[in-house]
């Protein structure tokens, strides 16, 4: 067991698995507003999703305030959605993550605006005035910006959101992490007892079978590319941007069936490496290599599979986490995103991604309509237990190292 969990902080997840809600709302390729906050239902059916929750030992959620429907004027916010959500999840017993950007601006900003570090700052400030009035009492854990270094690629280089630029991924990352760091900033002002949750990509960049030297040498730098945000979050890169060790605290990583990929021809390797391509790296070893970089806490923040896949996925996420936990890895939860079918950002139109542990139907009228999808239900029960196996061996040997450590210092 590493010597540096002696002194780790303390968990303050009320469970190990999590559920996410989507609540993107950021412009999308087209130009289009989405709030998916609404168009899955949630905010119609939360004291339904939240009750459904209980089956599955489900006590924490991901959940996001919309800044860009939060500040629809400079500097005045408007959180009575938020307050909506806070109630529900009282009501219910429900733990609360809160993303303050999960890829939405105001209409008047972009991460390339001169004013756009000061406006998420301020943000941050209200936010945390507004929580605490509401819930003076409890720990309260924050997302500054979800999935920095996607956000950059999809806004900076590919034109997929707001500003729409092409070659130009690294200027968005350092306006997104300015605000980010700033962000953290006034969250510890208002609030120094405020646990700051990162939410960033977890990949496998690779090179072709029979790489060049160059292309290995490429591979190599991309795949450590996927470290620059934290990185600049805990000072060690770009510390001009105020970034500081203390900033670092829960290291929450997105990993989907996708996220690992050949540089030079982009072709997916596939999630269940059925080709034993040497390339491939499961995910436990991923998480290994992250956690040294950081050597703090871990939560896989989002994961799942789209389609007929979804227990398979399951299965093998359960066989990573215990493989991981006996490793070594204080992996301290795991965040199925979405828990609640999504439709797709650009092309609402079209079939749903049918990713969650719920379908959706939607009717001619009313609120959608929630379907247990029952294959991958069975798949998170059964690797419920297998995880806690590894997660208690983990603990028992962390006792065991504690008082070991204190039996050896001086009276």
Known sequence: MPQQLLHSPQNPFHSFWMAGYECTDQLNCFGHRVDFLHLTGHYQLLDDDYRGLADFHIRTVREGIRWSQVERTPYHYDWSVVHDLLAAGQRHGVQQLWDLCHFGYPDDLTPLHPQFARRFASLCRAFVDFYRSVRPEG?????????????????????????????QGWEVKYGLMRAYIEGVAALREADPTVRILTTEPLVNIVPPLNATRQQKALARRCHQDQYQAVDMLAGRMCPELGGSPAYLDLLGFNYYYDNQWDIVSGQRLGWANETNDPRWRPLSALLQEAYRRYRRPVVITETSHPQEHRPNWMESIARECAKALRGGVPLWGVCLYPIIDRPDWDFPEKPWHRAGLWDVEL?????????????????????????AKAAERQALAATKLVSASAATLPA
């Open 363 to 387: 009717p001619a009228a009313g609120a959608p309509k929630r379907v247990l999808h029952q294959p991958y239900a069975q798949a998170l029960l059964a690797a419920q237990p297998v995880v």
């Open 139 to 167: 720990e309260l854990i924050v997302t500054p910006i979800n999935e920095v270094s996607f956000m950059s690629w999809l806004g900076g280089d590919v034109r997929g959101t707001s500003p729409y630029c092409v070659g």
